[in-house]
């Protein structure tokens, strides 16, 4: 019997004009797995979370969400099948509170789970302020919170350390390797910072020119040398 | 205080939360003082002045509602306005249906049609929602000016209605102190409908989309369906304000649908403050009575108007009623929070 994966996507084409994004991409990611997603500028690794996630438009290929096909629903079904996903760059609601956000995600949730998000992702003290209000750290942090509102199934998270301090993203970094473990959830990780990406991911898939170069453990991505001549460099040495 | 902190003190109560006891105290003081303006003022010209004042308040809040809940600049709201004066004048001239109905259509019609152009045009950005906003007023001006057989063209015609309207005297709408009443109680019931609906989910949620809808579509949200039900309300309001402006003066022009009269509209709601529900229906009465003023100093008086509009935006970014909730915050440092 074929292996059911918790997201999965099939020949996954992308092309902006004549530039082709992605080029028949496949991925699999099975259940509770943190994926890993690098690749250098331009790889297509964007490109494949807005594919996954309903944001892209003119994209062949298919999109699964616990093997049901989820390639003609919107981005507001996706999420309501526990798709969610964060952005590249900070995406929240300036002028509304902190805690009146994450109450506006949870009233789209099955499980409503506000005060949970709020102590897990630290934001309980600044509850009452307007995200426009509190630190860049806690932005990026409110904006993994809305996303992990209703326990999600599935986590598609795009740079969700750009911009943090060391120490913040190796603090995010463990909390994201501890609630995907303790809630079971599948996260699959664009990341630019090395050590977040080789800390926390089960698995590793590098995408080059919008194709996956390879795939695999970060052990066994480490020794690739056309990994580590392409992207890694000195990087994770 | 900083822009942001101010920007905080004028946010909305906690979502969910019951109306809070001042609220209620405030609504009764309003709608009492409506009733004893006119005792108080005793000149026809001030009390026929405020009517007006009070009707064009309602029509800004039509627009400053849309700016607030939406984020979206509207240059054709005079549409619904003069579109409400159209369904009372045009039934009563061709004897269609009792005047009563005429004035729940002159209501319902034009909301129902910006619910279903709402559909379509908000899903448009930034200045090209307002652009298609103003070639939509300016489609019906036109249509009323060239077609005269239908509707008088420029020269517009009287409303001829009836002795009595649900059972109240007609002239009551059409003395200025009794008028000043129904129009005062009419804003009120507005305004306070409008704080109690920013306190529901449609209200956050509506508040959230306006903020980023991208990260709204993303939390499961549909996004075009409540911004259209915003547009429509606030067309809504803009018809109660054209319908109230034609029972008082039983006229009916192609000026209710000019653009100009959409543009002062939005002038009012920003020099009021359109953070502030209240902010635009304060911009009206100021903007009426600033423009009286300035109209008998010299015939320029737009000119006028518009260097204020350059003041206030420059000076005053969240409006006079920015500006009074700031001094009483300054006088009253340690007082409860200002609601919207």
Not at chain 1, 170 to 192: F, I, N
Not at chain 2, 32 to 40: D, H, I, K, M, S
Not at chain 2, 133 to 145: P, R
Not at chain 2, 167 to 180: L, N, Y
């Amino acid at each position: 019997m074929a292996e059911t994966f918790a997201i999965e996507g099939g020949g996954l084409t992308r092309r902006y004009g004549g530039f082709t994004a992605l080029d028949a991409v496949d991925l699999a990611v099975p259940d509770g797995e943190i994926r890993g997603l690098i690749g250098p500028n331009g790889a297509g690794k964007s490109t494949l979370i807005d594919v996954l996630s309903g944001r892209a438009d003119d994209w062949q290929g298919s999109v699964r969400l616990r093997g049901a096909d989820i390639s003609r629903l919107s981005a507001q079904q996706r999420r309501r099948s526990g798709l969610a996903r964060s952005f590249q760059r900070t995406n929240v609601f300036p002028e509304l509170a902190v805690r009146e956000q994450l109450e506006v995600a949870s009233w789209r949730a099955e499980t409503p789970n506000v005060d949970e998000v709020l102590h897990e992702m630290g934001l309980a003290a600044i509850a009452h302020m307007r995200a426009a209000d509190v630190s860049y750290g806690d932005r990026r942090r409110l904006d993994l919170a809305l996303a992990l509102i209703g326990r999600p199934t599935v986590l598609l998270l795009d740079e969700p350390a750009a911009g943090l301090s060391m120490k913040e993203s190796m603090a995010l970094a463990e909390l994201l390797r501890d609630l995907a473990s303790r809630w079971k959830v599948t996260v699959l990780l664009v990341e630019h910072d090395m050590d977040v990406v080789f800390s926390i991911c089960h698995r590793i898939t590098v995408l080059h020119l919008g194709r996956v170069l390879a795939e695999g453990t970060p052990a066994e991505i480490r020794s690739i040398p056309e990994v580590v001549t392409a992207y890694l460099g000195s990087a994770v040495e | 205080m900083s822009r942001q902190a101010e920007s905080s003190a004028l946010a909305a109560a906690p979502p969910g939360a019951a109306p809070a006891r001042w609220t209620w105290s405030v609504l009764a003081a309003a709608l009492a003082a409506g009733a004893l303006l006119p005792q108080v003022v005793t000149s026809t010209l001030a009390i026929t002045l405020l009517t007006q004042a009070v009707i064009g308040g309602i029509l800004a809040t039509a627009v400053g509602l849309l700016i607030r809940q939406a984020g979206l600049v509207s240059f054709g709201h005079a549409a619904f306005f003069g579109l409400a004066g159209y369904f009372i004048a045009l039934p009563a001239r061709h004897g269609l249906w009792p005047a009563e109905v005429s004035i729940v259509l002159a209501v319902a019609a034009p909301t129902l049609l910006a619910f279903l152009l709402g559909l379509v045009i908000v899903r448009i950005p930034g200045v090209a929602f307002s652009m298609l906003t103003l070639a939509i007023g300016q489609a019906f001006h036109e249509f009323a000016l060239r077609a005269r057989e239908i509707t008088g063209g420029e020269d517009g015609f009287a409303i001829s209605l009836p002795r009595a309207l649900y059972g109240v005297p007609t002239e009551i709408f059409q003395r200025p102190q009794s008028m000043f009443v129904i129009a005062w109680v009419a804003l009120v019931v507005i305004l306070f409908g409008l704080h109690l609906l920013t306190r529901t989910r449609f209200g956050r949620v509506t508040a959230a989309i306006r903020e980023n809808e991208e990260r709204a579509r993303f939390l499961g949200y549909q996004t075009v369906v409540p911004r259209a039900l915003v547009f429509a309300l606030s067309a809504l309001i803009g018809a109660v304000a054209g319908t109230l402006f034609a029972l008082y003066n039983a006229f009916v022009s192609p000026e209710m649908l000019h653009w100009s009269l959409s543009g002062s509209a939005l002038i009012m709601a920003i020099v009021g403050g359109t953070k502030l529900l209240w902010g635009p229906a304060l911009g009206g009465v100021v903007f009426f009575f600033f423009k009286d003023l300035a109209g008998d100093l010299t015939e320029h008086w737009p000119a006028m108007i518009g260097l204020t509009l350059i003041v206030v935006t420059v000076a005053l970014p969240l409006g006079i009623g920015g500006a009074l909730v700031r001094l009483l915050q300054r006088l009253r440092p340690a007082g409860g929070r200002t609601h919207g």
